[in-house]
């Protein structure tokens, strides 16, 4: 069995910065690539970041330049770093993990941008 706990999500204004965490637990070996995806309300599940195990990130136009994907493969971890949010950013994010072929997802955390 596989467990993903999530963290870090809030609101915040915007402009503003939070940091979103997510490790993985249990039966989970070789670990390739790790993400974050995010579901706004009434719109379907969107890619945010991807980063593979030798550290190749990959970011959704929307949040190139604002958030930074980065992972500690000793820990099973994957971090997401958002600056300068926005209204638009406001969604649940879901921690994705893949290994050996199969998929891996979190609970999801709340990120709301608000004034």
């Known amino acids: 069995q596989v467990n993903l706990v999530e963290s870090g999500g809030g609101l915040v204004q915007p402009g503003g910065s939070l940091r979103l965490s997510c490790a993985a637990s249990g039966s989970i070996f070789s670990i390739s690539a790790m993400g974050w995806y995010r579901r706004a309300p009434g719109k379907q599940r969107e890619l945010v970041a991807t980063i593979t195990s030798g550290g190749s990130a990959n970011y959704a136009d929307s949040v190139k330049g604002r958030f930074t994907i980065s992972r500690d493969n000793a820990k099973n971890a994957v971090y997401l770093q958002m600056n300068s949010l926005k209204p638009e950013d406001t969604a649940v994010y879901y921690c994705?993990?893949?290994?050996?072929?199969?998929?891996?997802w979190g609970q999801g955390t709340q990120v709301t941008i608000s004034s």
């Open positions: 994705n993990v893949r290994s050996r072929g199969l998929s891996y």
